[in-house]
């Protein structure tokens, strides 16, 4: 495996399901960051850890439950969503420098569908 | 606070054109890093180029290159010779280059379409 991978590809769940979403880097980096993609909407940060430390919650709601057990994974938990959470999930790392070529890589995204 | 503008929501051009697709941001940071990314249909995106607020060239990589004109706040994306396979969503995007701040700042994009 290389890059940056994200399991699962697709979800559908419903409204009282609890599901979890997987980001796995093999770059060595150590800051990993969650994004939500809705249409025709820029892409909004959710998290970001760097070191393993959340660095950043950007106002998300409960329903959505971060855990970063080490430099290398990050998962987003998930319960009771509502449908205006469908989206595309993406996972990123960095190498968590200060700078600004400190570039951050995607995974290719979970597409979300809440019922 | 950063804002990133792009005001192109859909180009099509022939293909072996060249294209240049929009960017303009506004911060008020001194010093910053402007990027753009690609998102075709499967969902990743993909790093093309990044631009420091301090660079004195355009940053090229290939068939891309910047087009910076910083007093201009503009970062405009050049693609030569487009191929097929360019047809994508194209983001630009910025960051502060301060220590310990990460986040991006993501423009709503533009979707290319290559024509053959």
């Known amino acids: 495996e290389t890059g940056v991978t994200q399991t699962p590809r697709h979800l559908v769940m419903g409204m009282t399901n609890k599901k979890s979403l997987k980001c796995e880097q093999h770059l060595g980096h150590n800051a990993m960051y969650w994004y939500k993609q809705s249409a025709k909407k820029p892409l909004e940060l959710m998290f970001v850890y760097n070191f393993k430390e959340q660095t950043e919650n950007n106002s998300v709601p409960s329903r959505f439950s971060p855990e970063c057990p080490n430099s290398s994974h990050l998962f987003l938990h998930l319960h009771t969503l509502q449908p205006e959470d469908s989206a595309l999930y993406l996972c990123?790392?960095?190498?968590?420098?200060?700078?600004?070529?400190?570039?951050?890589?995607f995974g290719p995204g979970t597409r979300l569908t809440v019922l | 606070a950063q804002k990133i503008t792009q005001t192109q929501p859909g180009m099509f051009v022939q293909e072996k054109e060249a294209v240049t697709l929009d960017c303009t941001y506004d911060?008020?940071?001194?010093?910053?890093?402007l990027f753009w990314y690609k998102q075709p249909s499967s969902g990743e995106m993909i790093f093309l180029i990044y631009?420091?607020?301090?660079?004195?060239q355009n940053a090229t990589e290939g068939r891309y290159s910047l087009n910076f004109q910083k007093a201009r706040k503009s970062a405009n994306l050049v693609i030569s010779a487009s191929q097929l396979g360019d047809s994508a969503m194209y983001f630009c995007?910025?960051?502060?280059?301060?220590?310990?701040?990460?986040?991006?700042?993501f423009g709503t994009g533009t979707r290319l379409t290559i024509i053959p």
């Open positions: 995007a910025m960051r502060p280059t301060n220590f310990g701040n990460e986040k991006l700042t």
């Open positions: 911060t008020s940071d001194q010093s910053y890093g």
């Open positions: 990123a790392s960095s190498q968590g420098l200060a700078g600004g070529t400190d570039t951050q890589y």
């Open positions: 631009q420091g607020s301090y660079d004195e």
